[in-house]
């Protein structure tokens, strides 16, 4: 599989407890796109009955919709973090990512995500990514309850499911050109 994970992401990665009395605190790092889900999510993120937080990284900032959500609320929205420290230290500051994409082929946001040892949650509308990422990927239908039932399920296993994620082998920009070789040579 391509990929733009190299070593650094790999670095300095820890196990770390997570109750259900502490803020959880939720990703997304993407397009601000509407395929991409991300009015879905907020308006999903809205109604969860959860001590969480959401943070919104990506870039296509002018098609995000600005008055979309409360000022007040749990959101946070940030542009695209172009250097790997910053994006590395956003993954460490979240407990789960959530991909909310309508569609999807290859999404480098979930290496990214296991690399940091970060539980992921999907849609059902790419559900078919669990085959290719089996550990540490969750599946949620589009809509409140069920979605604040899986991060609850995740929150109640965290460093279960970190110690899963820490075992896998996450496929890296040197694995991949390794394997390229090895097919070329062949």
């Known amino acids: ?34 395929e991409k889900g991300y009015l879905s999510l907020i308006d999903i993120f809205k109604n969860l009955k959860l001590n969480s937080s ?9 098609y995000f919709k600005k008055n979309y959500y409360p000022k007040d609320s749990n959101i946070k929205i940030l542009g695209q973090l172009v250097k790997n420290k910053d994006l590395i230290k956003c993954y460490d500051d979240c407990d789960i990512f959530v991909l909310p994409s309508y569609a999807e082929a290859y999404p480098q946001v979930i290496l990214e995500s296991l690399s940091r040892l970060k539980p992921v949650i999907i849609f059902n509308e790419i ?15 589009r809509n409140v309850k069920d979605l604040q039932k899986v991060i609850k399920n995740i929150a109640s296993n965290y460093s279960k499911i970190q110690k899963k994620i820490l075992k896998q082998k996450i496929f890296t920009q040197k694995n991949f050109f390794n394997e390229m070789n090895t097919i070329f040579q062949d």
């Open 1 to 34: 599989f391509p990929s733009e994970i190299d070593n650094e992401w790999l670095k300095k990665r820890s196990i770390k407890k997570k109750n259900n009395k502490n803020k959880i605190k939720l990703l997304y790092v993407g397009r601000f796109r509407e």
């Open 54 to 62: 959401l943070k919104m990284v990506g870039n296509d900032y002018k």
């Open 127 to 141: 559900k078919f990514l669990k085959k290719t990422f089996s550990v540490g990927v969750f599946n949620s239908q």
